[in-house]
């Protein structure tokens, strides 16, 4: 998990009087909130892995995104330009497609190789997610290991993702 924090930074500039003095100053979060914020992003991303592997889309809309949500998943690529899923029925509806889909091709489920996270404040979260579709025989559906960018902000009722950006067509040559 990649974790930046950062302390302050003080510039001055006294070789001219002219020019302003400038200070930065990035305060560190408190070592039990971050602590308390990485468990919690970590849990909110478990959750929708074994709700995804239960095919529980309504469950997905309602407890782990906030509409509107921006979307760009798996597959679109090209001139293809993101989605605004604008309800949770629509989240739900375009869950329900993906696991037509992706069952369609022999998924059984999903697995998490790696999450990181990466705080931006106290109640912001960038997620990259590497994962595999597996198949009934344990084999990844192509392309293995997936890459998944989720935006988090934290309200009142927790964790919520507002825009995910999904791996391109992994078949495209990039330039």
């Known amino acids: 998990m990649k974790l930046t924090i950062f302390s302050a930074i003080c510039i ?3 070789s001219c009087s002219s020019l302003p003095k400038l200070q930065i100053v990035v305060p560190v979060k408190p070592p039990e909130e971050l602590k308390k914020n ?29 509409p509107p949500v921006i979307v760009k998943l798996s597959g679109e690529s090209g001139d293809a330009t993101h989605t ?31 999450l990181d996270v990466d705080f931006k404040g106290l109640d912001m979260a960038f997620v990259h997610m590497e994962y595999d579709r597996l198949k ?9 290991k997936r890459n998944a960018s989720y935006v988090l902000l934290k309200y009142k009722s927790g964790w919520r993702i507002i ?7 992994p078949n495209l040559e990039i330039n």
């Open 84 to 114: 605004i899923m604008a309800t949770e029925s629509q989240l739900s509806d375009r869950f329900k497609s993906i696991f037509e889909a992706i069952k369609s091709e022999g998924w059984k489920e999903s697995i998490v190789h790696n």
């Open 136 to 144: 009934e025989n344990g084999e990844p559906i192509l392309p293995a």
């Open 12 to 14: 001055l500039c006294s």
């Open 163 to 169: 825009s995910v950006l999904g791996q391109s067509n």
């Open 38 to 66: 990485i468990e919690s992003v970590a849990a909110h991303m478990n959750r929708y892995v074994a709700l995804f592997n239960n095919e529980k889309a309504d469950a997905i809309a309602e407890e782990i995104y906030l």
